[in-house]
């Protein structure tokens, strides 16, 4: 099976998404920034930055994100 990068499905082993793949990721999730990032105890402007580009996240954040999306893929909250 063939996964693009940071696809959720490939979350132990990717190359770190674009800004916009957050985003896309983040919106077929059916979450808001705001949800994002209380799930992760980050603040709102953090994932605001790394969706636009501003800041880069670390690996451990990025695969924080992935959970939080597969998680609200999956209906739980």
């Not at 808001?32 to 799930?39: H, N």
């Not at 790394?50 to 994100?65: A, M």
Request: glycine residues 10%.
């Amino acid at each position: 099976m063939s996964t693009r990068p940071g696809s959720i499905a490939d979350a132990n082993s990717f190359e770190l998404p674009e800004q916009q793949q957050l985003r896309e990721l983040r919106c077929c999730a059916g979450l808001t920034i705001v949800e994002v990032a209380d799930a992760g105890g980050w603040h709102e402007s953090t994932v605001r930055r790394w969706e636009y580009g501003d800041y880069s996240p670390r690996l451990e954040d990025v695969k924080e994100l992935l959970e939080i999306y597969r998680e609200r893929g999956r209906g739980e909250r």
